[in-house]
C-alpha cells in the first residue's frame, strides 16, 4: 500500500500557491493606488479636462437693407471674402428713378426758395416806394395848409390830400406785413440752408444711399455660409441672404461640470485637441470667462427644479476659451467642431469674474455719414437752379 503523505500535502501547496498569488495581487494594487494618489497629488489635482468642448465663433447675418431683386450672387458657399468686397447686387432701376426724382425735387424746391429771398427785396422795395409817397403826400399837405388861410387852396382839396394821406399810411402798413410776412420764410438762414432745401437734400442723400445699398458688400473677412438666395429672388429689408464666418475669430465654449470649477480662474492655461486633427496638432489658449448660468437655466425650456419629481444632475457651466491667433492660423477650426479642453489650475491669482471693459467684440466698417459725390452733386443743382453764374 502507498502512504497517505503526499495526498495530504498537496492542498497545502495548492493554499500557498493561491496566497502567494493574492499577496502579490494586493502589493500590485497597493502600490498602483499609491502611484496614482502620488501622481494625483503632484499632478492630476491641479488639471481638469472636458471633452464636452465644441468651436464658436461670431456668424455675420448679411441682410438686405432695400427692397429689390437679385441681378448678381459674386462669391458662391465656402469662398472666403473680404471686407468690402461685394456679395450680392440688386437691381438699380427703382433706385435710381428715386434718385433722379429726389434731383427733381429738390430743383423744384430751391427755385421756389429762391423765390422767396427775391419777394423779400420786391417787399422792401415797394415798402420804400409807399414810403416816399407817404412823405410826399404829407409834405404837400403841410403846403397847403399853411397857404389854405388866405384862400388859394380850397377846404375840399386840403380834405382830399388829408384823404390821400390816410390812404398812403394804409399802404405803407401793409407793405410792411408784406415784408414782414416774407421774411418769416427766409429770415436767420441762407437759401442752402433753408428748411425747405435742407429736407430736399436729405432726400437726396437717402435716394442716394438707397442705390449704394443695391451691392451688399461683406461686412468683415470671412467664409461664405448658408447662402439661401438665388438670382432673380425678390428680397425686402431684412430678408437673410448669407452668412459670412470670420473663422480668424473663433474660440472653444468647454461645458465643465459645476464641481470642476471650484479651482478654476480667468487667465488660467488652456491646452486643447480637436478632432478633427487628432491628438498630433496642440492648441494654446486661456480662460477668458465663465457664463453667467448654466447650460440648463439658458435652455429653450429651463428645467422646474422646484417640481415634485426632482432628480438631482450634475449642472454644466460653459467656460469660454481663446484660442492663439498663430496656431489658429495654421490649423483652422471651423465652428462647431469638436475639441479636448485641459484647464491648468496651478495659476491661482486670477479673478472669477470678467472686469467691465469697453472693448468691441466685433465691428463692421462704418460709411462715411457723407459721401462727397453726393454733396458735390447737391451743391451743383441748387448753384443751377438759383441761377448762379458759373455753376455746371
Request: aromatic share 4%.
Given at each position: 500500500?502507498?502512504?497517505p503523505?503526499p495526498t495530504?500535502?498537496?492542498?497545502r501547496e495548492?493554499?500557498s500557491?493561491?496566497?502567494?498569488?493574492?499577496?502579490i495581487l494586493a502589493a500590485l494594487v497597493?502600490?498602483a493606488g499609491?502611484?496614482?494618489?502620488a501622481?494625483?497629488?503632484a499632478h492630476?489635482?491641479?488639471f481638469?479636462a472636458?471633452d464636452n468642448?465644441y468651436?464658436g465663433?461670431p456668424i455675420?447675418?448679411?441682410?438686405a437693407?432695400?427692397?429689390?431683386t437679385v441681378?448678381?450672387?459674386h462669391?458662391?458657399?465656402?469662398?472666403?471674402?473680404?471686407?468690402?468686397?461685394?456679395?450680392?447686387?440688386?437691381?438699380?432701376?427703382d433706385a435710381?428713378?428715386?434718385?433722379?426724382?429726389?434731383l427733381?425735387d429738390?430743383?423744384?424746391?430751391v427755385r421756389q426758395?429762391?423765390?422767396?429771398?427775391v419777394?423779400?427785396?420786391?417787399?422792401r422795395a415797394q415798402?420804400?416806394?409807399h414810403e416816399v409817397?407817404?412823405?410826399?403826400?404829407q409834405?404837400?399837405?403841410r403846403r397847403?395848409?399853411s397857404?389854405s388861410?388866405?384862400?388859394?387852396?380850397?377846404?375840399?382839396?386840403?380834405?382830399h390830400?388829408?384823404?390821400a394821406?390816410?390812404?398812403?399810411?394804409?399802404?405803407?402798413r401793409?407793405?410792411?406785413e408784406e415784408l414782414n410776412?416774407?421774411?418769416?420764410?427766409?429770415?436767420?438762414?441762407?437759401?442752402e440752408r433753408?428748411?425747405?432745401?435742407?429736407?430736399?437734400a436729405?432726400?437726396?442723400r437717402d435716394?442716394a444711399?438707397a442705390?449704394k445699398?443695391?451691392?451688399?458688400a461683406?461686412?468683415v473677412?470671412?467664409?461664405?455660409?448658408?447662402?439661401g438666395?438665388?438670382?432673380?429672388?425678390?428680397?425686402?429689408p431684412?430678408t437673410?441672404?448669407?452668412a459670412?464666418?470670420?473663422?480668424?475669430?473663433v474660440w472653444?465654449d468647454?461645458?465643465?461640470?459645476?464641481v470642476?470649477?471650484?479651482r478654476?480662474?480667468i487667465?488660467?492655461?488652456?491646452?486643447?485637441h480637436?478632432?478633427?486633427?487628432g491628438?498630433?496638432?496642440?492648441?494654446?489658449g486661456?480662460?477668458?470667462g465663465f457664463?453667467p448660468?448654466?447650460?440648463?437655466?439658458?435652455?429653450l425650456?429651463p428645467?422646474q427644479n422646484?417640481?415634485?419629481?426632482?432628480i438631482k444632475?450634475?449642472?454644466?457651466v460653459?467656460?469660454?476659451?481663446t484660442?492663439?491667433p498663430?496656431?489658429?492660423h495654421e490649423?483652422?477650426?471651423?465652428?462647431?467642431?469638436s475639441?479636448?479642453?485641459?484647464?491648468?489650475?496651478?495659476?491661482?491669482s486670477?479673478?472669477l469674474l470678467?472686469?467691465p471693459?469697453?472693448q468691441?467684440?466685433?465691428?463692421?466698417?462704418?460709411?462715411?455719414?457723407?459721401?462727397?459725390?453726393?454733396e458735390a452733386?447737391?451743391?451743383?443743382?441748387?448753384?443751377?437752379?438759383a441761377?448762379?453764374?458759373?455753376?455746371?
Amino acid at each position: 500500500m502507498s502512504s497517505p503523505e503526499p495526498t495530504r500535502e498537496a492542498p497545502r501547496e495548492g493554499a500557498s500557491k493561491r496566497r502567494r498569488g493574492l499577496l502579490i495581487l494586493a502589493a500590485l494594487v497597493i502600490v498602483a493606488g499609491l502611484a496614482w494618489g502620488a501622481y494625483w497629488f503632484a499632478h492630476g489635482r491641479w488639471f481638469v479636462a472636458t471633452d464636452n468642448a465644441y468651436v464658436g465663433g461670431p456668424i455675420v447675418q448679411v441682410t438686405a437693407e432695400i427692397t429689390g431683386t437679385v441681378r448678381t450672387v459674386h462669391p458662391t458657399e465656402t469662398e472666403s471674402v473680404r471686407a468690402g468686397e461685394p456679395l450680392l447686387d440688386l437691381d438699380t432701376a427703382d433706385a435710381r428713378v428715386a434718385l433722379d426724382a429726389a434731383l427733381a425735387d429738390l430743383a423744384h424746391t430751391v427755385r421756389q426758395v429762391h423765390g422767396s429771398f427775391v419777394q423779400v427785396e420786391r417787399a422792401r422795395a415797394q415798402l420804400a416806394a409807399h414810403e416816399v409817397e407817404l412823405r410826399r403826400a404829407q409834405a404837400d399837405f403841410r403846403r397847403r395848409s399853411s397857404i389854405s388861410a388866405g384862400g388859394a387852396v380850397s377846404t375840399e382839396e386840403i380834405a382830399h390830400a388829408s384823404e390821400a394821406i390816410e390812404g398812403l399810411v394804409a399802404g405803407v402798413r401793409a407793405a410792411r406785413e408784406e415784408l414782414n410776412l416774407a421774411l418769416t420764410q427766409t429770415q436767420g438762414t441762407t437759401l442752402e440752408r433753408h428748411p425747405q432745401v435742407a429736407g430736399a437734400a436729405t432726400r437726396v442723400r437717402d435716394a442716394a444711399l438707397a442705390l449704394k445699398r443695391t451691392t451688399i458688400a461683406s461686412p468683415v473677412d470671412g467664409v461664405v455660409g448658408k447662402k439661401g438666395v438665388d438670382v432673380g429672388q425678390r428680397v425686402a429689408p431684412g430678408t437673410p441672404l448669407l452668412a459670412v464666418v470670420p473663422l480668424q475669430e473663433v474660440w472653444v465654449d468647454a461645458n465643465f461640470k459645476e464641481v470642476q470649477l471650484r479651482r478654476m480662474h480667468i487667465g488660467q492655461p488652456v491646452t486643447m485637441h480637436a478632432d478633427l486633427y487628432g491628438r498630433g496638432v496642440t492648441y494654446h489658449g486661456r480662460v477668458k470667462g465663465f457664463s453667467p448660468g448654466t447650460g440648463a437655466a439658458f435652455a429653450l425650456l429651463p428645467a422646474q427644479n422646484a417640481s415634485g419629481n426632482w432628480i438631482k444632475i450634475v449642472q454644466r457651466v460653459p467656460v469660454r476659451i481663446t484660442l492663439d491667433p498663430i496656431e489658429l492660423h495654421e490649423h483652422p477650426l471651423r465652428i462647431g467642431l469638436s475639441m479636448g479642453v485641459e484647464v491648468d489650475l496651478h495659476e491661482q491669482s486670477g479673478p472669477l469674474l470678467a472686469a467691465p471693459t469697453r472693448q468691441v467684440a466685433a465691428s463692421m466698417p462704418q460709411n462715411p455719414e457723407r459721401d462727397p459725390e453726393v454733396e458735390a452733386t447737391i451743391e451743383r443743382v441748387i448753384a443751377q437752379s438759383a441761377g448762379r453764374t458759373g455753376a455746371r
